[in-house]
């Protein structure tokens, strides 16, 4: 989660499974809006003939066509594992309930109901929290052994997810790190979650400390936080240290970072080239904020492509592919600064947003993403909370559903080289390939004033397709993008025709299907809503 300033493009490429071990992990899964969203980038691929979604109003359409190709190359293999979730490590030992235990079976249900994932445990408050082994548990700056092994027994109700552990490096606000310290930490995280524990990262955003929220760390350098030096607070052990005795201490471990904010010069990529040998994982972050010092507004997030996005993208594929290892953002979302204005990131429009943006990271090549979440329903948080129990599953989380309905059944895919003709709408669409023979096809229509109306062409022979749609309920599109959806006082949002409950249940099934002729299918998708069509 970032304290401080520093949008999706449409190329195609590919994501990897879950699993463990070093080289092994390579192959791992991992406002108001007016209707001027009509210029909101366009591109990446698009579909025409079954009607998908709805508007209030009867809207003008473009007519467009996209070409459903053979899988791109040099990308990895997507499942439900890819697009997951990153959570504040206070959420372990704050709420005044357990969050992260076994009881919370909404929370339990919300993540199964994804298929899989990766829980990336971290965030600013992972500088903050010192490990207590035999403290009470829920207590303030602090993790015990007791909110370790409720974590470890939510976890294990969740079988198809894994986590990615924060270890505290600042030691900020008053808290304390050690290698030692982090040594101990470790051996018990490993031990309670088993094979369930992707990596260990440690700290967070190393390329802002020794700003206001680490200034014991005044005049760290990134030499000095790979291998120790003197900071403003004296003395301390750097990257390497911590590593070495995580090492020691839990055999095989498997380790991660930098985990920096953004796409510095000098962090990330020097990064994979200092510790290619001992990392698994090179991570990194990325919020709309850290590139674009607007306000936070709808149009802004839904302009694709997102060229800052790409850009770090392709600097981290480069690194990675140099250093032999996968790359994850791992902390990831619009703006960081969510409540302000708010209606913007807690709104339905974050949904059709997080579609183009998980779609971005497969293209480049990234082995997944994490979602970041506060619980704070005024947010971008994907599911709220009231320290504890699930309040809310917020529009974002419905594109979490959406991606992974792709792979239902663990099922497994490889992006398609996809085109879409012009059409001058704020239209996108990818494709992919599944393992069960399914070739999905997603088209997201962020445009407020015409449907798409897309006309698939494919390369192979298929007989049947069937559509379900994302869709916002309101009077007009731009109503509809602005919806923050009925747990934030505003209408229903719908995926399949139905709505997704607290506890994760959700009877969404197919809204209409269409016969493919001549290899070809028109699909007609409503101003702001997206399709996910199902050809085979």
């Known amino acids: ?103 919370n079976t909404n929370l339990i249900g919300l993540l199964n109901a994804l298929g899989g994932g990766v829980l990336r445990i971290g965030g600013n408050s992972v500088d903050r929290i010192t490990w207590t082994p035999e403290g009470a548990g829920r207590t303030k700056a602090q993790v015990s052994r007791i909110d370790v092994a409720n974590l470890a027994g939510c976890i294990k109700l969740c079988p198809n997810w894994k986590v990615i552990y924060g270890i505290n490096f600042a030691g900020a606000r008053g808290s304390t790190s050690s290698p030692a310290l982090a040594a101990d930490e470790a051996a018990y995280v490993a031990q309670q979650l088993g094979s369930q524990l992707l990596a260990f ?16 760390l005044g005049g760290i350098t990134y030499n000095i936080f790979l291998n120790g030096g003197t900071v403003a607070q004296g003395t301390i052990a750097g990257w390497n240290q911590f590593a070495r005795a995580i090492s020691n201490a839990v055999n095989g471990a498997v380790l991660c970072g930098p985990a920096a904010s953004s796409d510095a010069a000098g962090w990330a990529e020097s990064f994979a ?36 996005l790409v850009a770090e993208l392709r600097s981290l594929q480069a690194a990675a592919k140099t250093a032999g290892v996968p790359f994850r953002i791992d902390e990831a979302n619009s703006y960081f600064s969510s409540t302000k204005p708010g209606g913007v990131c807690n709104v339905f429009a974050s949904a059709l947003w997080a579609i183009d943006f998980i779609f971005t990271h ?36 419905y594109a979490l559903m959406f991606f992974s309905q792709i792979f239902a059944g ?27 023979g399914a070739t999905y096809v997603v088209v997201n229509n962020k445009d407020t004033n015409r449907r798409a109306d897309v ?17 916002s309920s309101a009077d ?53 809503s997206a399709a996910l069509i199902r050809i085979q």
């Open 476 to 528: 007009s599109a731009a109503a509809q993008l602005a919806n923050p959806g009925i747990y934030n006082g505003g209408t229903a949002i719908t995926f399949g025709g139905q709505p997704i409950a607290l506890d994760g249940t959700w009877q969404g099934a197919p809204q209409q299907s269409s016969d493919v002729k001549d290899q070809r299918v028109a699909v007609q998708v409503a101003p702001a």
């Open 273 to 308: 080239t200092n510790e290619s040998a001992r990392i698994a994982l090179l991570t990194e972050h990325y919020y709309i904020s850290n590139y674009n010092n607007a306000a936070p507004s709808i149009a802004g997030m839904l302009n694709y492509p997102d060229e800052s």
């Open 362 to 397: 497969a293209e480049y090549g990234a082995s997944g993403l994490n979602f970041h979440n506060n619980g704070s329903i005024g947010s971008y948080t994907a599911i709220g909370d009231a320290r504890g129990p699930i309040t809310a599953v917020q529009p974002l989380f």
């Open 1 to 103: 989660m970032k304290p401080q300033n520093s949008l999706l493009a449409s190329t195609n490429q590919h994501h990897a499974p879950l699993s463990m071990n070093r080289r092994g992990f390579i192959s791992f899964s991992a406002c108001a809006v007016a209707s001027m969203l009509a210029s909101c980038g366009g591109g990446g691929s698009g579909a025409n003939g079954a009607a998908a979604g709805s508007s209030a109003t009867s809207p003008t359409s473009a007519a467009m066509t996209l070409s459903v190709q053979q899988p791109l190359p040099d990308t990895v293999t997507l499942d439900a594992g890819f697009a997951s979730l990153s959570y504040e490590k206070g959420h372990m030992s704050t709420s005044s309930q357990v969050y992260f235990g076994p009881d």
């Open 201 to 216: 990262e440690i700290g967070n955003e190393p390329d802002l400390y020794g700003g206001d929220s680490t200034q014991n």
């Open 410 to 436: 663990g099922a497994n895919g490889q992006l398609l080289t996809t085109a879409l003709s012009a059409s001058g709408a704020a239209v996108s669409a990818f494709a992919v390939a599944t393992s069960n």
């Open 455 to 471: 006309t698939i062409a494919l390369d192979a022979p298929s007989s049947r397709a069937t559509v379900m749609t994302l869709a």
